[in-house]
């Protein structure tokens, strides 16, 4: 009979594990889904940690941090958030994964879950902070790049226009009063053909 026993408390403490399991599952999936866009590295990383591929979430984190190479400031503003966000990771996975979560008392095991959200709802936090890092920096890139533009333009505005004015002073001005100074002298010329003088 107390075999019986054992084993029936064993289904009963698996099937309380696979509950537990459940529910962490189901409130983190939850919580991803708030997290707007599917194609989003906060998505992406809070769906493997929901679904406890931790390992893999870390290593899309690292790949993401590490795809940004044309925007050389974005690692060194990122960085701490994404060993943050790995700390963070690892939290959830060990608190996930804690030996004799079923021997816990239900108070235990409870607190236990709220500091696995409250870990997954910081990552979340932490994950947005990096995104947000992320717009920041490609529009700061796109501002430098039309500071850039502009700049150009004005430059090439000031040669075109002192050119110009190069031009005018050596060419156009002296033949312009070449032209004029040879129409005074004909004018005046008539002038005084005309009067006799």
């Known amino acids: 009979m107390s075999k019986h026993i054992d084993v029936a408390l064993k289904a009963a403490e698996h099937q309380h594990d696979k509950e537990m399991t459940s529910r962490f599952s189901a409130r983190m999936q939850a919580s991803v889904k708030d997290t707007g866009a ?6 992406t990383i809070l769906s493997y940690v929901a679904s406890e591929s931790y390992d893999r979430a870390i290593e899309e984190l ?9 925007f050389p400031q974005f690692k060194t503003r990122v960085e701490r958030y994404a060993d943050y966000s790995v700390d963070l990771i690892n939290a959830v996975k060990a608190k996930r994964s804690f030996p004799g979560l079923q021997n816990l008392s239900m108070s235990k095991q409870q ?8 870990h997954f709802d910081d990552l979340k936090v932490t994950l947005k902070k990096i995104e947000q890092i992320d717009r920041e920096v490609k529009v700061e890139d796109v501002r430098s790049t039309v500071l850039v533009v502009r700049a150009a333009v004005y430059c090439l505005f000031a040669v075109v226009t002192l050119g ?12 312009a009063w070449n032209v004029i100074d040879h129409a005074l002298t004909v004018s005046t010329d008539f002038i005084f053909d005309k009067l006799g003088l």
């Not at 607190?111 to 409250?118: A, I, K, P, S, T």
Request: hydrophobic letters at 35%; glycine letters at 2%; zero cysteines.
């Open 38 to 43: 599917v194609d989003t590295v906060r998505n």
């Open 62 to 70: 690292r790949k993401y941090v590490e795809s940004k190479t044309e």
């Open 111 to 118: 607190d236990l879950f709220d500091r696995v959200m409250e």
């Open 164 to 175: 110009f004015i190069i031009e005018l002073s050596r060419g156009v001005i002296p033949t």
